[in-house]
């Protein structure tokens, strides 16, 4: 089914496309709304702990990019769930990551309103709001559904205008900046506390949620084997580079006082003046804009790879396997997150499943993770005939001595990823605790008696 399933989409997504994928997965609004949290937490020492904790971070990434280059499909965690642990742990998988996915553009359209807002109110209050939602979803579903091109095309012009003016702040901000002072000042940076490095590193890891967009669409894009991996390594680098630079260039513009806005629209205000704030608010916008589409592209895959796979059987799983003869895209799986998500920002119903929206998509990372792990047990036992295509994945498993640094490397990351993920998990509220039980319980009630079933019967 796996190789029919990516047969049936076409391959628009080359290495360009995949790397803004993943930037656009993590800059949406949260850089926006970032830099005085972290001023407050960390102080001078904010700007370091997005080098130290994206470093961290990325032993998460390296494990998503080795899973991309294993299991070429479209899909991302539902496939490799279902690869590692079978049928009914993908359903729940990918059961609890459409919501959080879903949740997260329901909540950003409210985000971009608000940043709109402040140039045309009339975009964030009463039928005004409801208009705009309702505009906002369709362009979203129009632009998915006619294709990925058109799509990819959209996210290319989208990512110029949200990083060209960020280029600018930051080159004319560090130019402006009195070098000698701020120097000095950083290397008096006193290291905080644990707790308060715990608290700073809880933003920062948070801030590079959404990298996995691209994996996703693993059946879309040219040669993810090699394109997914590179791509995940040097955007989400480079993306830690880019918040320590910002969040080094607000601390020492702008220090910890707060601000009446958005923090980054306070820097811009204070570098640029009025007109950089309010060409900063439309970056803000933009950059809204940027996510929605990204997510969008990527989270209408989960069901199409959940319908193909047959965790989503009968006239339901047919109808959101279905691609479109002349665009070549799961227009129907597009229709349906659209109308979910865009019906969840009308009423305001996505507030309540927000709050296990992170916890939903760390514990999604841990089962990857662990599924990486088995992969690579299993392709080192060679009496044990394991998958063929992890074997390929690992071709120097055969031939390295036990003691070969690459291997051991390979073997440590996954173990430091896993810890990443435990830490994170462990710092949820009791409330998204909750809040994803319920959803697991809701997704067991689903598959048990409805779709496992349904799938007994058709193949009975």
């Known amino acids: 089914m796996s190789n029919e399933n990516n047969s049936l989409l ?4 080359g290495g360009i496309g995949a790397a803004l994928l993943v930037l656009n997965g993590l800059i949406g609004a949260g850089i926006f709304a970032l830099p005085a949290k ?3 937490e960390l102080g001078a020492f904010s700007p370091y702990i997005f080098l130290i904790f994206g470093a961290l971070m990325l032993a998460i990434v390296w494990c998503f990019g080795q899973l991309a280059a ?3 499909e479209t899909g991302g965690p539902v496939v490799y769930a279902q690869k590692g642990f079978g049928d009914a742990a993908a359903f729940q998988t990918g059961f609890i990551y459409y919501l959080a996915r879903a949740t997260a553009i329901a909540a950003n359209m409210h985000v971009l309103l608000l ?3 402040y140039v045309w109110p009339e975009l964030n209050a009463g039928i005004g709001k409801s208009f705009a939602i309702i505009a906002l979803t369709t362009a979203l579903i129009v632009v998915n559904i006619v294709g990925l091109k058109a799509a990819m095309r959209s996210l290319d012009t989208i990512s110029v205008l949200k990083l060209l003016p960020f280029v600018a702040l930051i080159a004319v901000g560090y130019w402006q900046l009195d070098f000698s002072t701020a120097l000095t000042s950083a290397s008096e940076a006193v290291v905080p506390a644990f707790d308060t490095i715990s608290a700073g590193a809880l933003l ?3 801030a590079f949620i959404g990298f996995e967009t691209v994996v996703v669409t693993s059946g879309e894009t040219s040669a993810p084997k090699k394109t997914i991996p590179r791509a995940l390594m040097l955007t989400v680098s480079g993306i830690a580079i880019f918040y320590f630079c910002v969040q080094w260039l ?5 220090g910890p006082a707060k601000p009446d806005s958005a923090p980054l629209i306070a820097l811009a205000n204070k570098i640029f003046g009025e007109t950089g704030a309010l060409v900063m608010t439309l970056t803000a916008v933009v950059s809204v804009a940027g996510n929605l589409l990204a997510n969008m592209i990527s989270t209408s895959r989960l069901t199409f790879s959940m319908a193909r796979q047959s965790l989503i059987p009968g006239k339901l799983g047919s109808v959101l396997g279905r691609v479109h003869t002349a ?3 799961p227009y129907f799986s597009i229709l349906v997150l659209g109308l979910f998500a865009g019906a969840m920002a009308l009423s305001g119903s996505f507030v309540w499943l927000a709050i296990s929206s992170v916890l939903a998509r760390l514990v999604v990372y841990a089962v990857c993770v662990v599924v990486l792990m088995k992969a690579q047990r299993a392709s080192s036992q060679s009496s044990l005939q394991p998958i063929t295509s992890e074997r390929d994945a ?4 055969a031939t390295d001595t036990p003691a070969s640094p690459v291997k051991l490397i390979r073997r440590l990351i996954p173990f430091v990823a896993l810890a990443v993920c435990a830490w994170s998990i462990a710092q949820s509220s009791t409330n998204a605790w909750l809040f994803l039980l319920g959803e697991l319980v809701i997704g067991a009630l689903l598959y048990f008696f409805y779709f496992a079933q349904s799938n007994k019967i058709s193949k009975g």
């Open 38 to 40: 972290m001023a407050a």
């Open 250 to 254: 607000y601390w020492h513009t702008v």
């Open 394 to 397: 690992y071709p120097e498993e």
């Open 327 to 329: 665009f070549a895209t």
């Open 70 to 72: 294993l299991y070429q």
């Open 204 to 206: 920062t890891l948070y």
């Open 115 to 117: 940043y709109a807002g």
């Open 10 to 13: 076409t391959k628009g997504i």
